[in-house]
Every structure is written in structure tokens, then in C-alpha cells.
């Protein structure tokens, strides 16, 4: 299986979760959907159609800060009101810094355009003035995994929760939890499915026991090992 691996990095990110209004939390991480909508923006796409498999590697520990923002002409916050001007707390993840692993039906089209630097609208993390560039990694195969059932497990990807029968601690290792993300955009504000995702705060591993395919209540996952690239595993959801 042919695997895509670019960087992503930036001074700042911002995923708003969407159960959050008055104040404006974000995500720790690049969620799916946002990724998607980033793979599509280099593409020239309104939606990422087709069959893709994404894995993400956190490169850079997970740190938020929070401030003050003013929401001066923001109609749509204040029914038409462009006078509005109240300050809104707003969470910010600093110094975000992915490898992102992609396969799927946008692969060949992926590698052309991010080795050659190229997207057809701006790429950003989360918000526009969170402006981040792709960049090329490498291209390399894949060798699919089939874990058994409490077979463990070592990967470099934060790993979707249901794929997991039980978290093997790492001395000094940090975990935490996403809950209730999207899974898939379908376009019109409207979006499918929703998953948990388990990560390592500072980017380190994950070490885990896996749990059966067949009771899995989540979306399917493929775990790949890359003999290239010192034959890391890695998770792709």
C-alpha cells in the first residue's frame, strides 16, 4: 500500500470544537475533517470525494493558550450587526507541527502537487491566520498489519479508541483523550459519523493491546508498517 508523508507546521492552530459558542475551544490536534478540507484546498476541491485513509504523528508537544479577540464586523456573530465588538475567548493550540500520512484515491494528484509546493487556495490550520505550508516528506509502501486480538502494538499515530482494548503506559508518557470528533464532511455544513481519538501529549508513542475488528463501534482503521522509514507502524483511519 503506497503511503504519502508530508509535514505540517505553524506558529499557530485553531480547531474549534462545535459544541463550543460563547467562547471559541479548540481541538488539541488537526482533526479529520479539517485535514480533509486542507487535502481539498490543494486539490481545488469543495469535498475530499472518494475513498482516503489519513494518519496523523504529532511532532511537537500539545500546548494551548487563551486569549482575548475581538469580533468587530463579524456579522454573522452578532445577527448583522457590524458594529458589534464584544471580546471572545479564544483557544489557540501554539507551534502545531504533524506529520500527516495519506492513501487513497488522491494519492497520485497529492504527490504531484505537494512535492512541487503547489495548491490551488490558501492551506491553513483551522483558521486563515493560521496559514501553514505542506511539505514533502516522502512517498514509500506500506506493509498492512492484521493485529490479533490483544496482540500489542507500538505506533508513532494518535489511534482512534475503539481500535484499542487497553492503553499499555509508557514511563513518563502523557495521555489524553478526543472525544466526539467528525469523521467525514459531506458538504452543506453537514458531516458523518464521529470518532475518539487516544495521543501522547508530547508526541511520543503509543504502546497498546488492539482490540478485535469485529467489535469495533468506530470507523474501520488499517494499521501499516514502513520498512522505509525504520519500520515505524503507523494508523490510518
Known amino acids: 500500500m503506497e503511503v504519502l508523508a508530508f509535514d505540517l507546521r505553524s506558529s499557530l492552530g485553531q480547531f474549534r470544537r462545535p459544541d463550543t459558542t460563547v467562547t471559541h475551544a479548540t481541538y488539541p490536534f488537526i482533526t479529520r475533517t479539517v485535514l480533509s ?5 490543494i486539490l481545488g476541491l469543495r469535498v475530499l470525494d472518494g475513498e482516503n485513509w489519513l494518519g496523523l504523528q504529532l511532532l511537537s508537544p500539545v500546548r494551548t493558550i487563551t486569549q482575548q479577540m475581538s469580533m468587530l464586523g463579524k456579522g454573522w456573530v452578532s445577527g448583522g450587526n457590524l458594529q458589534f465588538n464584544r471580546p471572545t475567548a479564544i483557544e ?3 507551534n502545531p507541527h504533524y506529520r500527516v500520512y495519506y492513501s487513497g484515491h488522491h494519492l ?4 504531484e502537487f505537494i512535492q512541487a509546493g503547489r495548491a ?3 492551506t491553513y490550520l483551522g483558521s486563515a491566520f493560521c496559514l501553514a505550508f505542506p ?3 516522502a512517498t514509500m509502501e506500506g506493509e498492512e498489519l492484521s493485529p490479533e486480538t490483544g496482540e500489542a502494538i507500538e505506533t508513532v499515530t494518535v489511534v482512534p479508541s475503539h481500535a484499542i482494548s487497553r492503553l499499555i503506559p509508557r514511563p513518563g508518557a502523557t495521555y489524553g483523550r ?5 469523521y467525514q464532511y459531506l458538504g452543506n455544513r453537514e458531516f458523518a459519523g ?3 481519538v487516544i495521543y501522547e501529549r508530547r508526541g511520543g508513542r503509543l504502546a497498546f493491546e488492539a482490540a478485535s475488528p469485529t467489535e469495533w ?11 522505509q522509514s525504520g519500520g515505524i507502524v503507523i494508523c490510518l483511519w
Request: charged share 10%; proline share 8%; aromatic share 6%.
Open 37 to 41: 478540507g486542507l487535502l481539498g484546498s
Open 92 to 94: 489557540l493550540v501554539v
Open 108 to 111: 497520485a494528484e497529492l504527490i
Open 120 to 122: 490551488c487556495y490558501h
Open 135 to 137: 511539505k514533502s516528506v
Open 178 to 182: 478526543v472525544g466526539g470528533m467528525h
Open 194 to 196: 464521529t470518532v475518539n
Open 217 to 227: 463501534q468506530g470507523p474501520p482503521c488499517r494499521f501499516l508498517r514502513l520498512p
